[in-house]
Nanobody, 112 residues
Framework: QVQLVESGGGLVQPVGSLRLSCTAS????????MGWYRQAPGKERELVAA???????NYQESVKGRFTISRDNVKNTVYLQMNSLKPEDTAVYYC??????WGQGTQVTVSS
C-alpha cells in the first residue's frame, strides 16, 4: 500500500517562503522518481517540480529560480522549498510518485 503524506502548507504573504514535505511509504523510495504538482480552482493539475532517483531535477518555467525540490532517501521524504512566493502560486500542492500515486494535498495560499 503506497502512502504519501504532505505537510507544510499554509498562508503566507507575497515574497514569503514555505517548505513542503512529503513522506512516502510502501515504495522503494530511493529508486523512485518523485514530483510536486499543484492545482488551483478551475485549472488543471500541473507539474511544479520533479526529481529522479539519481537527483536530476526539472522545474516548471514559472518557478525556476524560486522553488527547489530535494529528497532525503534516509527519511523517505521529498521537499519543496518555495521562496519569493506570488499570489499565483496559490493552489493545493500534491506529492506524487510517477504521476500515479498521490498524497492528500496541502493548501498553499499566498495573499497579503
Amino acid at each position: 500500500q503506497v502512502q504519501l503524506v504532505e505537510s507544510g502548507g499554509g498562508l503566507v504573504q507575497p515574497v514569503g517562503s514555505l517548505r513542503l514535505s512529503c513522506t512516502a511509504s510502501g515504495i522503494s523510495f530511493s529508486c523512485t522518481a518523485m514530483g510536486w504538482y499543484r492545482q488551483a480552482p478551475g485549472k488543471e493539475r500541473e507539474l511544479v517540480a520533479a526529481i529522479s532517483s539519481g537527483g536530476s531535477r526539472n522545474y516548471q518555467e514559472s518557478v525556476k529560480g524560486r522553488f527547489t525540490i530535494s529528497r532525503d532517501n534516509v527519511k523517505n521524504t521529498v521537499y519543496l522549498q518555495m521562496n519569493s512566493l506570488k499570489p499565483e502560486d496559490t493552489a493545493v500542492y500534491y506529492c506524487s510518485v510517477r504521476s500515479y500515486y498521490w498524497g492528500q494535498g496541502t493548501q498553499v495560499t499566498v495573499s497579503s
